[in-house]
């Protein structure tokens, strides 16, 4: 069965810092790797999905990485700003998607 | 506006009332799927479903029930709510492509209580 972990639970930041959330995975047969922003009290917003021959996606500030045979992802916010303070999912898909508990995430003004 | 709608959004019944949560995209995607969000627990998957007339179990699919007779609406279905199903359940719902299910779109959310 396919377990997802995420680390760290919450990560408390100053604005401009640069940061890495962590992703892994047991089972390296996914079809790809999603993560997803969510706000308290709202549904989840996808960021980035890499599918499983990809490295790497970019989207603005975010860059995120996969390495399957690891299984582990990568998500790295560039100078972060407190309108990124939200809390941060991965989830790997195999047909069934598997969800990270999730990185809580403050950015300090 | 591409979106997933989910109704209600709230909603407090009683034990044993049957209850139905509707899901409808406007993508025209393949996949929908359902889930419910709790404290210490995350999301976990209920029902998923690759097409119409298409479902399958996620991990937590017992007091639940689920249908696909078109393809853009996926009820979920509460025969007989019980109180450890009081929760926060998203509907999403994705295109297939060759590469799998593709970038996953959600719904807002339902917030059920269930007394």
């Known amino acids: 069965k396919q377990e997802v972990t995420q680390i760290p639970a919450a990560l408390s930041v100053p604005e401009g810092e640069n940061l890495v959330l962590n992703c892994s995975f047991t089972?390296?047969?996914?079809?790809?790797l999603q993560w997803f922003r969510q706000d308290p009290g709202k549904g989840l917003t996808s960021l980035l999905l890499i599918q499983s021959s990809q490295r790497e996606q970019t989207s603005g500030r975010l860059n995120a990485s996969l390495d399957k045979s690891s299984g582990r992802s990568t998500l790295y916010i560039a100078a972060s700003q407190p309108g990124d303070s939200a809390t941060y999912l991965c989830?790997?898909?195999?047909?069934?998607?598997?969800f990270g508990a999730g990185t809580r995430l403050t950015v300090k003004p | 506006e591409a979106q997933v709608t989910q109704n209600p959004r709230y909603l407090i019944t009683v034990t044993g009332k049957k209850l139905t949560v509707t899901c409808s995209q406007n993508m025209n995607h393949e996949y929908m799927s359902w889930y419910r969000q709790d404290p210490g627990l995350g999301l976990r998957q209920i029902y998923y479903s690759m097409n119409v007339e298409v479902t399958d179990k996620g991990d937590v699919p017992e007091g639940y029930k689920v249908s696909r007779k078109e393809k853009r609406n996926f009820p979920l279905i509460l025969e007989s709510p019980s109180p450890n199903q009081t929760s926060l359940y998203f509907c999403?719902?994705?295109?297939?492509?060759?590469?799998?299910?593709?970038?996953?779109?959600f719904g807002e959310g339902s917030r059920l209580t269930v007394l």
């Open positions: 089972d390296s047969a996914i079809y790809n």
């Open positions: 989830a790997v898909s195999n047909n069934d998607m598997r």
């Open positions: 999403a719902s994705s295109h297939i492509g060759t590469g799998g299910t593709g970038e996953l779109f």
